[in-house]
């Protein structure tokens, strides 16, 4: 595995393969194993979070570890001091950071500017911490992933981004429905050097409709997917990008032209009754706290193998 995990790009097949399988072990154990005993992962955050915060924090507790909290207002990267000084501050006391950010710029800064392991806990990019979590479920519940069919509605965000580099490095089917609008934003073509361009080629290598009915794009689905339409950071779009995907929302009428058994993912936190009715979320096919609980198991996974726990014990 490379030192950081800024993108999905920064992962091999093998590497996908590797924590995942860690992850489900670590989920089947149960157990409290202090591998990362004496360790400290620091949280820096500029946008707010209820479960990557917690699952890092409660990650690192049960590894032995301890995590360390700053929000914006503690440190105010690029305002109270440069991201290259936090970086070369924190590799002294600190063994890894989890970096929560506007420009996943700043999280490739954190990352070139220190010799400790850098984690993207989301930038505006790229969720890549999800994507993992998503996949452990998606397995769990379908099996062979290269067997499955992932459908996405609604915006090509940061989410979107993450999960369509991960279904080309899985070989996981993939169809991204969207409005035109959409997947012309300025937050899908434009990106920062090599995450851009590696989700520009994972793109290709999945299946994009725009403005086609929803139910024509889940069609075959064994798992339909939805985010929230306007993400953190883009409140000023919202009139904008409420209107242009409107017709994307995640319904029963959607769900009931997917296949039967179909799953219902969203990262979360979701606008109820925006990009997805009560009705879906709170329904038999959703799986969204499963998901979240798998944001532990896999972020346990990642930290193990980036901050030198000893998986050995573990992999058995
Ligand atoms: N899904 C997710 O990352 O949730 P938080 O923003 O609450 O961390
Ligand atoms: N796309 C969302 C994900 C939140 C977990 C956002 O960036 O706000």
Request: hydrophobic share 40%; aromatic share 4%.
């Amino acid at each position: 595995m490379k030192k950081d995990f800024v993108s999905i790009s920064d992962l091999t097949r093998a590497d996908v393969e590797r924590i995942l399988d860690l992850a489900t072990r670590l989920k089947d154990r149960q157990a409290i194993d202090r591998k990362l005993k004496g360790k400290t992962l620091a949280l820096v955050f500029e946008k707010p979070s209820l479960r990557t915060r917690v699952t890092f924090e409660v990650g690192m507790t049960q590894l032995g570890g301890h995590a360390v909290y700053l929000s914006q207002s503690d440190i105010g990267p690029g305002k109270r001091e440069s991201v290259s000084d936090i970086a070369r501050n924190l590799e002294r006391w600190v063994d890894g950071i989890a970096a929560r950010t506007f420009r996943h710029g700043t999280v490739v800064e954190l990352a070139a500017n220190g010799s400790i392991p850098v984690i993207n806990a989301l930038s505006d990019e790229e969720h890549p911490c999800q994507a993992l979590a998503d996949f452990l479920t998606i397995r769990e519940k379908k099996g062979d992933l290269a067997s499955v069919r992932l459908a996405y509605l609604g915006d090509v965000n940061n989410v979107c981004r993450s999960l369509v580099m991960l279904a080309s490095l899985t070989g996981t089917s993939m169809v991204v429905g969207t409005p035109a609008a959409a997947l012309q934003s300025p937050a899908t073509v434009s990106g920062e050097g090599e995450e851009a361009s590696a989700f520009a080629s994972a793109l290709r290598r999945v299946e994009v409709r725009t403005d086609v009915d929803p139910k024509e794009v889940v069609k075959d689905a064994d798992v339909i997917y939805t985010d929230i339409w306007v993400s953190m950071g883009e409140e000023d779009r919202a009139e904008e990008k409420v209107r242009d995907l409107r017709a994307y929302q995640v319904n029963s009428e959607v769900l009931e032209a997917a296949k039967k058994d179909v799953i219902f993912m969203h990262c979360l936190p979701a606008k109820r009754n925006q990009e997805v009715t009560d009705e879906v979320l709170d329904g038999p096919h959703s799986v969204v706290f499963d998901q979240a609980e798998n944001r532990l198991h896999a972020q346990k996974a990642l930290l193990l193998l980036l901050l030198g726990g000893d998986v050995e014990s573990i992999q058995r």
